[in-house]
């Protein structure tokens, strides 16, 4: 299961709204060994693409090596659907490289890119194998970083 702040939630719509049509991409690092994502680093996508995504080599590279000086890791590695459902494609398993990140996918279609629900969804993949996850959203942690306060699921645009 995947737990994640409304505010990140709320970020993530944010950016694939705004980066429509083309994929919105970024990670949200967390302590290393932690599975809490705290850190979310929107990202620039390279291909400027509507139908794939791809990290610029030298933002990741700094990304890794910030990572690396604060001791976290990727957590969460997410990107946008613009016109298909928020589920990997052949591609994404093929460059899912991190096996201990949830891959969370946001489609923007349908108008979803302009207001209402979006479909918000999370996965692992790991070997090729993809494992769709619950995703619990909060509004924030508890020193317990396996309990967390709960609030009802909302997507930006919800009233």
């Known amino acids: 299961m995947l737990t994640i702040l409304r505010d990140h939630v709320e970020a993530i719509v944010a950016h694939a709204r705004r980066d429509h049509p083309d994929e919105a991409c970024g990670v949200i690092a967390g302590p290393i060994g932690s599975d809490r994502p705290e850190r979310l680093i929107p990202m620039l996508n390279a291909a400027m693409s509507p139908t794939f995504y791809e990290f610029d080599s030298g933002d990741l590279l700094r990304l890794y090596r910030e990572m690396d000086d604060n001791d976290e890791e990727p957590v969460v590695i997410y990107h946008s659907h613009t016109a298909t459902e928020a589920y990997p494609s052949r591609t994404d398993v093929n460059l899912a490289g991190e096996p ?60």
Do not use: K
């Not at 996918?105 to 993949?125: M, N, Q």
């Not at 619950?134 to 970083?145: A, H």
């Open 100 to 159: 201990g990140a949830h891959y969370v996918l946001v489609s923007t279609r349908d108008g979803a890119h302009e207001a209402g629900p979006v479909d918000f969804r999370s996965y692992r993949i790991a070997d090729g194998e993809i494992t769709e996850e619950e995703v619990r959203v909060v509004d924030r942690y508890t020193e317990d970083s396996t309990t967390a306060t709960e609030a009802a699921p909302r997507t930006e645009g919800d009233n």
